[in-house]
């Protein structure tokens, strides 16, 4: 835990690199006392993450991680809002294995429920479904692959782009990987994961593959946002 929120987790959380820049822009800016004032109030009106959001950042950085997966974006930055849900695939990203690039779509929900499995596993809007769905290369693909597309800046990350894109291409929109997580502040129960995941593995044909995966944190969902160590990013 404090190894997560020293480093990687609160910097993914409140992409911190990125967001320093543009608080030093601002400033630099601010040569008159009002021009100070106003910026003054502009960074203290930023509002702490919600407790999925700190959920869907650090399952990101396990899976890059300990799954090999390439963020070529971090999704904060394309909120219009402080408080919304960006539509589509939660996770969108590349998984390089052996040097080989492929894409990845996914989705994350974060839970306290002591039901096992928890309610965010079942229903329409819940992480079985929402995999199911993206197994159909009608629905959503070309949004999310449009999204990648136009995120990647580096040559790396581009290269990487262009060889999961030919694996897609050449095997029929199958070739992708998909990864849905679980975080938990809850004792450890395969039944998270189990029970429907054997739904999931019936929808999941080579050569896709498919990664359903629970984390469980040793403090509540309710507290995680103090956990990241955000408070002195501004």
Known sequence: MD????GPWGERVGDLEWSASIIEELRALATTDMAVETVGALLASEVEPLPWE????????LL???????????????????RASLPGADLVGLSVIDGAAT???????SSSDEAAPPGVVYGRSGLIQQLERLTDKDADHFVLIR????RCKSPEHVALYKA????????????????????????PNERDVSVRGAALARTVVEPMK???????????????PS????????
Not at 54 to 61: D, K, P, R, T, Y
């Open 3 to 6: 190894d997560l929120k020293a």
């Open 210 to 224: 498919a990664l359903l995966t629970a984390w469980y944190l040793p403090v509540t969902m309710a507290s995680w």
């Open 103 to 109: 894409l990845l779509f996914g989705e994350v929900k």
């Open 164 to 187: 999961a894109i030919a694996r897609y291409v050449q095997s029929g929109g199958r070739d992708i990987r998909l990864v849905g997580c679980l975080i938990r502040d809850t004792s």
């Open 54 to 61: 700190v959920g869907e950042a650090l399952a990101e950085v």
């Open 227 to 234: 956990h990241v160590g955000l408070e002195n990013s501004a």
């Open 147 to 150: 999204w990648l597309r136009a």
């Open 64 to 82: 890059e991680h300990w799954h090999s997966v390439v963020w070529v974006w971090n999704n904060s930055r394309d909120r219009r809002t402080r």
